[in-house]
């Protein structure tokens, strides 16, 4: 029975280590291919899960070709400027959830320290700062460079 409440998405994420990478047509139709399976097993009885559509979500943009068979057979994608105009640059920006790695003097060990502890944004550096296994001398300089850039935009 399908569920007629709100549209259930289904997510394929990824996310490259290198941000100009971008993200291959072979994505795009594994998503493509799990949906199709997904919906074939609900037409069987196999499984009870009435997804809609799906969404890409990655930290780059889609290749051309890639970008072209989603939007021939309706896949969304969110990443840098996409859709444009409205990607992760924008809700970065109006949500002011600027992540701890924009913080140019963080090293490798503090980075960890913070994501052990939940602590992925600069406002969340504020907030938590007490909690955090950092000293207190280099925490006053990484709450110093927060409160620069917070300032500057």
Same mark, same amino acid.
């Given at each position: 029975?399908?569920?007629?409440?709100?549209p259930k998405v289904?997510l394929?994420?990824k996310h490259?280590i290198?941000?100009?990478?971008?993200?291959?047509?072979d994505?795009?139709?594994?998503?493509?291919a799990?949906l199709?399976d997904i919906?074939e097993g609900?037409?069987r009885?196999?499984n009870?899960?009435?997804?809609?559509? /799906?969404?890409?979500?990655?930290?780059?943009?889609?290749?051309?070709h890639?970008r072209?068979y989603?939007?021939?057979?309706?896949?969304d994608h969110?990443?840098?400027? /996409?859709?444009?105009?409205?990607?992760f640059?924008r809700?970065?920006?109006e949500?002011?959830l600027?992540p /701890?790695?924009?913080?140019?003097?963080?090293?490798e060990e503090e980075?960890?320290?913070?994501s052990?502890?939940?602590?992925?944004t600069?406002?969340?550096?504020i907030s938590r700062m007490?909690? /955090?296994d950092?000293?207190?001398?280099?925490?006053?300089?990484?709450?110093?460079e927060?409160k620069?850039i917070?300032?500057?935009?």
């Amino acid at each position: 029975m399908k569920d007629v409440g709100s549209p259930k998405v289904l997510l394929e994420v990824k996310h490259h280590i290198d941000p100009h990478n971008y993200t291959p047509f072979d994505v795009t139709l594994s998503a493509k291919a799990k949906l199709d399976d997904i919906r074939e097993g609900l037409k069987r009885g196999l499984n009870n899960e009435p997804f809609d559509r /799906v969404l890409i979500v990655c930290n780059t943009r889609l290749t051309e070709h890639a970008r072209k068979y989603a939007d021939c057979i309706g896949i969304d994608h969110l990443g840098w400027n /996409v859709p444009h105009g409205r990607g992760f640059e924008r809700l970065i920006e109006e949500k002011r959830l600027y992540p /701890v790695t924009i913080l140019r003097s963080l090293t490798e060990e503090e980075k960890g320290k913070l994501s052990e502890q939940g602590i992925l944004t600069l406002e969340q550096l504020i907030s938590r700062m007490e909690r /955090v296994d950092i000293p207190e001398s280099r925490m006053s300089e990484l709450i110093d460079e927060t409160k620069r850039i917070l300032e500057q935009r």
